[in-house]
């Protein structure tokens, strides 16, 4: 079992914390003046998916839950949950949205994932850290419109909307980091 600090901190992290398990959804560092600095979190229980905003010492230490990790085909979601097959036995598990995690964004039908199992249970999956989406809706491309920075909203096929510069059009396939869900870069053009 692996022991991490808050230096070591990023999104997706699990952590044993307070009994529990853990997952780090957001953290940014935070120096006050004459006080040691501090680690800001949002942390989400995997198993009850409770959300908590948690200040931590710089430097406080927590061990890192061992997980098992199964190679797992994303089936198709629906009201009850997230449906998976397993690609050593067939079997299929349902996973909660809460099991899930934020990735639900990033996850389409068909993909290969991990699913992280901790004393036998789901406890999440696990995600390359970026993936290959096509642009379902947006506003049109502006030709040239590659130097400015400015971004414009974008529907993925997954149903997630992330922020994508302005030459990107319907039917672009664009790669997305899954960790911050942030685009990267644009794969190929319609």
Not at 50 to 78: H, W
Not at 108 to 121: P, R, S
Not at 136 to 159: C, F, I, N, S, Y
Request: proline share 3%; charged share 30%; net charge negative.
């Amino acid at each position: 079992m692996g022991v991490v600090e808050t230096n070591q901190f990023h999104k997706g992290l699990k952590i044993e914390y307070e009994g529990a398990i853990w997952e780090i959804i957001e953290y940014r560092h935070s120096k006050m003046a004459q006080r040691s600095a501090v680690m800001k979190t949002k942390i989400r229980n995997v198993v009850t998916g409770a959300v908590q905003e948690k200040n931590f010492r710089s430097g406080d230490s927590f061990r890192v839950p061992d997980t098992e990790r199964r190679s797992m085909q994303f089936l198709y979601k629906e009201e009850i949950g997230y449906h998976f097959m397993d690609n050593e036995t067939y079997e299929q598990h349902t996973l909660s949205l809460a099991q899930v995690g934020e990735v639900a964004s990033f996850i389409k039908e068909q993909q290969e994932v991990n699913v992280l199992y901790f004393n036998g249970e789901p406890m999440g999956v696990e995600l390359p850290t970026a993936v290959e989406l096509e642009i379902k809706d947006t506003e049109p491309g502006m030709r040239g419109d590659t130097v400015t920075g400015a971004t414009k909203p974008a529907l993925l096929e997954t149903g997630a909307t992330i922020q994508v510069p302005l030459f990107i059009d319907v039917g672009d396939i664009i790669k997305v980091d899954t960790r911050t869900g942030v685009y990267i870069e644009r794969m190929k053009k319609k």
